[in-house]
C-alpha cells in the first residue's frame, strides 16, 4: 500500500501559466512533507518543504499548501518556465528515524 | 566537485553475479541512504546508516546487503544479483540536524540480464 501517492504521472503547462502538482497521502503520523525536482540523468535536489503544523510555505516561485484534514498537499509553480520541466516528487517524514516514503513522481512538461 | 558520488553510474551484469555499488561523500554527514527507483513506483529506501555503526534496513532490503566503511563511504551490494533488480539506484546523505532534507548522488543504472 502507496502511503504517498502522486496520482498524475504526466503534466503539460504552458510557459508563464501555473503547474499544480498534487500528492496524497495517508497515514497521519507524518510530520514533514518535501518536494524534489528530478532531471534526467541527475539524482533528485530538494526543493521545498513543509512542517505538518503550516498550511503553506513559499520560496520565489514555488508554494506548497497543506491541508491536514484531506490528507492532501500541492505544489504551485508560478510562473512556469520550460527550465521546470523535470520529474517532481513529493516525500513526507516519519518516525524517530526520519524516514521519507517517496510519491511515484509527476513529470510536468513546460511548454514554451 | 559533486558532494555525493556514485560508481559506476552504469553497470550490465548477469543473473548470478555478485555487484557491489559504492557511493561517497565530502557533505560530512552522517547519515546516508540506498535507494532504488523503479517506473512508477518512485524511491523505495533499501538500507540507511546514521553511522558507521549504525545499519538498518529500509522498505526492501531482501537480496541486498550493504557496508558502512567510514562516514564518507557507503557501499551495497548484490550477493546474487537477479533481473528483478534491473532499476536506478540512488544514494543520499542527511545530517543530524534540520528537517532530513537528503542530498542524492547522481544515480547507478543496473541492469540484470
Known amino acids: 500500500d502507496q502511503q504517498v501517492k502522486q496520482n498524475s504521472p504526466s503534466l503539460s503547462v504552458q510557459e508563464g501559466r501555473i503547474s499544480i502538482l498534487n500528492c496524497d497521502y495517508t497515514n497521519s503520523m507524518f510530520d514533514y512533507f518535501l518536494w524534489y525536482k528530478k532531471y534526467p540523468a541527475e539524482g533528485p535536489t530538494f526543493l521545498i518543504s513543509i512542517s505538518s503544523i503550516k498550511d503553506k510555505n513559499e520560496d520565489g516561485r514555488f508554494t506548497v499548501f497543506l491541508n491536514k484534514s484531506a490528507k492532501h498537499l500541492s505544489l504551485h509553480i508560478v510562473p512556469s518556465q520550460p527550465g521546470d520541466s523535470a520529474v517532481y516528487f513529493c516525500a513526507a517524514r516519519t518516525g524517530s528515524a526520519r524516514q521519507l516514503t517517496f510519491g511515484s513522481g509527476t513529470q510536468l512538461t513546460v511548454l514554451p | 566537485d559533486a558532494d555525493v558520488t556514485q560508481t559506476p553510474r552504469n553497470r550490465i551484469t548477469k543473473t548470478g553475479k555478485r555487484i557491489m555499488l559504492e557511493c561517497s561523500q565530502t557533505?560530512?554527514?552522517?547519515?546516508m541512504y540506498w535507494y532504488r527507483q523503479d517506473p512508477g513506483l518512485g524511491l523505495r529506501l533499501i538500507y540507511y546508516?546514521?553511522?558507521?555503526?549504525?545499519?538498518n534496513k529500509g522498505e526492501i532490503s531482501d537480496g541486498y546487503s550493504v557496508s558502512r566503511q567510514a562516514q564518507a563511504k557507503f557501499s551495497l551490494s548484490l550477493e546474487s544479483a537477479i533481473p528483478n533488480q534491473t532499476a536506478l539506484y540512488f544514494c543520499?546523505?542527511?545530517?543530524?540536524?534540520?528537517?532530513?532534507?537528503?542530498?542524492f548522488g547522481p544515480g547507478t543504472r543496473l541492469t540484470v540480464l
Open positions: 543520499a546523505t542527511s545530517d543530524l540536524t534540520g528537517y532530513n532534507e537528503q542530498f
Open positions: 546508516s546514521f553511522d558507521v555503526k549504525d545499519i
Open positions: 557533505k560530512g554527514h552522517d547519515r
